[in-house]
Structure formats: structure tokens, C-alpha cells
């Protein structure tokens, strides 16, 4: 296919791509429960006539961290289908988010995958007309939900993707998987997806983010910097009394969980390498005149790798096991999510950039490191151990505000510049000339 063809191809569907973004930015959902999201997905790539898994089939759920209680699920899944969902689908998920969609050309070839993240934020949106989504009629109408990270734009791209590879089928070769992976925000849907098998087969998986700190028009073709990470729940018990008539009968959980928060915080750096700790939420207590009998905190610990995560990991879970026995209270941790640190593919990563540099209209920035934790590194490293290649991209972005911000929108630009890349990534490994 010649250049200007292709990008004719693309242009054509951004009227389609920016919709299908703004949809999805309307009806938000949060992380393993993206059910109205999973069956928009499994629809479209039904009618352009991709195999479709679901649930279990592709969620291993025993892999499936910081997932809601049941009832919870239920809950989100009945507005899924008031909101416009379809209940068939909705149903067929077993209560598990997510979609592979899977196309064989019928052409002996390479199988190439694409992973786009598809939940939204813990956050409320902004409510004024100084916020670009609320003053134009989509910003989001589950409160408590907002895509305040961009996953609405990749999930966009995802379904674009989709419809170009149908319509350019003639010309190629092997397997292309579409992988529209769940609860990305706090590290927990990507490990699930892997421990099913998703990836075993992968030849080639891309994946990327749009926006961080880059420019429209500017593309990083391999990033550094993924943060091995753990996100733990804690949950102190103890024992609550009149504060006044006999606080010695009570165990004050809510000085135990300052106790902690206090020395977690205190946890020396490494010389090995970057470490973080953040306690990002601690709620106690019941009453002025009551002996806290309860804490509940949500925690994540990071590292430039896994013994540096490690580092910070046990030393916090050694201070809130020893604030508690300190306080007489009970404390249980549980992990609710997790990822690790992968390096992009050299060869993969100058294809990426080859391809880049024939789009003189994009600029490539060299290695930038993300300084974040991105749960795609699961998925990589597996691709990667099955001697196959993987790298993740960042395609650049003016945003309104920074990456989990109330008023977070980005240049809805960026969508044609993600779908021409990964459509020319597609026509080179997957392209039939020569066979």
C-alpha cells in the first residue's frame, strides 16, 4: 500500500475514532467494571467479523487482584445494560471485564498483538465550562469514574485499529489479536489476562499511552523507566470505647495507622536505585467521643526494580505489622495489585522508529523514561520469554491537565497519529508482499 493511500485510510475514520473516544469518556467505568465498555468492544468487533473471547476464557480469575465483591459487580453490570449495554454480552462475561477480539488472515505469517487499556479513574470530573468534556456534553455521567488518564483514547484507537485491518485484510498475513485489557489503574488486569494464556502466541505485541509530558506530534518509540510496583489494603482492627467515661478499654486503631503512616514515610531510599512509598488513603474512626475501632489505609510501594520494590515492600509491611502489635490492634494485608519492571525490544524498537521516521510530519523523541508503573510489562516480559518481541510507545499530547487530574482532556489529534502508527506497524510484519 503506498503512504499517501494509507494515510488517506486513516484520516478517513477520525471522525469515528474521536466518537468512539468521546463515548467512552460519557460513560466511564472504573477498573473490573467496564462491562458497558467490554460489550461496545465485542459488538463492533463481532460485525467486522473478528472471533470474540470473553470472561474466563481470557481472565484467569484466580490472577484477578483488587477486584470488587460480587454484589458490587452485579450492581455495575445492570447499569452497563440501562446505559446502553448489551445484555447478551454483558452476561456471556461471567462477571469479568475485558476482550480479545482475534482475526486469521488464513496466510501463514507472524501473530501480532495490540493491547489498549480500557478503565477509567477513581475521580470525580469537573463540573464547569472551563473543562472542555463538560462544556461540549461528554464528560462523565458516573460519578466517581472519569477517564482522567486517556484509556478512553486507546480503547478509540483499539476499535479504529480494528475496522482497518478488515478493510485492508486482502494484503495481510498470519494472526493479529486486539487485546482490550481491564483494570489498568492499580496494576491488576494485565496478570490475569496473561496467566490465561492470551499472550502464548504472540510473535509481535505493541502497546503505548498517550499524552506524558509529550507534545503533539511527537512519538517515543521505545520507553524506559516501567517501575516494579505493589499495591497493598490494610485494614487495622481494634477496639472502640467512651473516650471520656473509659478510653483505657478501648484499642485506638487510628493512632496505630498514624504510627505507621508516620514511619512508612520515614523508609530510607536505596543507594541501588529510584524507590517510592505513598500512602495514599487512610480513613479511621466512627466519633469525636470514641475510641477509633477501625483504619482501613491503600498503600503502593515502587522500585527501579523487583529487590528494589522489595525493599520498600517489607520494610512497610515489617512497620505496619509492629504499629499494630505496638497498639494491641489486628492487622490484615491484602495485595490488590502489582507489575514489574521489562525493557522494550531493541529490534522491535527500531522497527518502531523506522516506521515513525517516514511520517515527516511526527517528531521522535529518544528515551523517555515513563517514572510510572504500567502492568503492559506483564504481558511484554511474557512475549518476551516465548522468544517473541514486545515494545510500548508513547504517542504525544497537549493535555488540559496532568494525568489523573479532574480536568485531564488531551488533543483528540493524538488518536489519528496512535492509529496511523500502529496501522504502518501492522502493514510491515504483517504484510503479505514477498510471499
Same mark, same amino acid.
Given at each position: 500500500m503506498h503512504e499517501k493511500e494509507l494515510i488517506d485510510s486513516v484520516n478517513r475514520l477520525e471522525d469515528k475514532v474521536v466518537a468512539y473516544r468521546r463515548d467512552f469518556h460519557k460513560y466511564a467505568e472504573s477498573g473490573w467494571t467496564e462491562f458497558r465498555t467490554t460489550s461496545i468492544i465485542a459488538e463492533t468487533l463481532q460485525k467486522l467479523g473478528f472471533e470474540v473471547r470473553l470472561g474466563r476464557d481470557i481472565i484467569d480469575p484466580d490472577s484477578a487482584m483488587g477486584r470488587p465483591h460480587s454484589d458490587?459487580?452485579?450492581k455495575h453490570m445492570e447499569r452497563a445494560v440501562q446505559q446502553g449495554g448489551n445484555? #447478551?454480552?454483558i452476561d456471556k462475561t461471567e462477571g469479568y471485564t475485558g476482550v480479545v477480539g482475534i482475526l486469521d488472515t488464513g496466510v501463514k505469517g507472524p501473530t501480532t498483538a495490540f493491547r489498549f487499556d480500557i478503565d +477509567?479513574?477513581? +475521580?470525580? #470530573?469537573? #463540573?464547569d465550562d472551563t473543562h472542555r468534556p463538560f462544556r461540549e456534553g461528554f464528560s462523565s455521567v458516573n460519578p466517581g469514574a472519569m477517564h482522567a488518564c486517556g484509556h478512553d483514547g486507546h480503547t478509540a484507537v483499539g476499535l479504529a485499529l480494528a475496522e482497518l485491518i478488515v478493510n485492508h485484510l486482502d494484503i495481510l498475513k498470519g494472526k493479529i489479536k486486539l487485546i482490550f485489557q481491564p483494570a489498568e #489503574? %492499580?496494576?491488576r488486569g494485565a496478570k490475569a489476562m496473561v496467566k490465561r494464556g492470551v499472550l502464548d502466541d504472540v510473535d509481535y505485541f505493541l502497546s503505548g499511552h498517550i499524552g506524558f509530558g509529550l507534545e503533539t506530534n511527537t512519538?517515543?518509540?521505545a520507553v524506559s523507566g516501567f517501575l516494579s510496583t505493589t499495591k497493598i489494603d490494610v485494614d487495622y482492627r481494634g477496639k472502640g470505647a467512651h473516650a471520656g467515661a473509659n478510653p483505657e478499654k478501648g484499642n485506638n486503631v487510628l493512632l496505630a495507622a498514624a504510627c505507621a503512616v508516620m514511619n512508612i514515610h520515614s523508609i530510607p531510599p536505596h543507594s541501588g536505585g529510584i524507590t517510592r512509598v505513598n500512602v495514599g488513603v487512610l480513613n479511621s474512626g466512627v466519633g469525636r467521643n470514641v475510641v477509633p475501632p477501625n483504619a482501613f489505609m491503600k498503600i503502593e510501594t515502587r522500585g527501579e526494580n523487583s529487590e528494589l520494590n522489595s525493599y520498600v515492600y517489607d520494610k512497610t509491611v515489617k512497620i505496619l505489622k509492629n504499629a499494630a502489635d505496638m497498639y494491641g490492634v489486628d492487622c490484615r494485608i491484602e495485595k490488590v495489585g502489582e507489575s514489574i519492571t521489562v525493557k522494550c525490544d531493541d529490534e522491535l524498537a527500531e522497527i518502531v522508529r523506522s516506521e515513525v521516521l517516514k511520517l515527516p510530519f511526527l517528531k521522535i523523541i529518544e528515551d523517555r523514561s515513563l517514572g510510572g508503573s504500567e502492568d503492559a510489562a506483564f504481558m511484554i516480559e511474557r512475549v518476551h520469554q516465548r522468544n517473541g518481541r514486545g515494545c510500548y510507545i508513547l504517542f504525544g499530547s497537549a493535555v488540559a491537565a496532568g494525568h489523573h487530574n479532574e480536568k485531564f482532556d488531551f488533543d483528540e489529534k493524538v488518536l489519528v497519529n496512535a492509529l496511523l502508527v500502529y496501522t504502518k506497524l501492522l502493514m510491515r510484519? *504483517? *504484510?503479505?508482499? %514477498?510471499?
Open positions: 458490587i459487580i452485579k445484555r #447478551e454480552i +477509567a479513574n477513581d +475521580a470525580f #470530573e469537573a #463540573e #489503574e %492499580g496494576v512519538i517515543c518509540p510484519l *504483517n *504484510n503479505r508482499k %514477498g510471499d
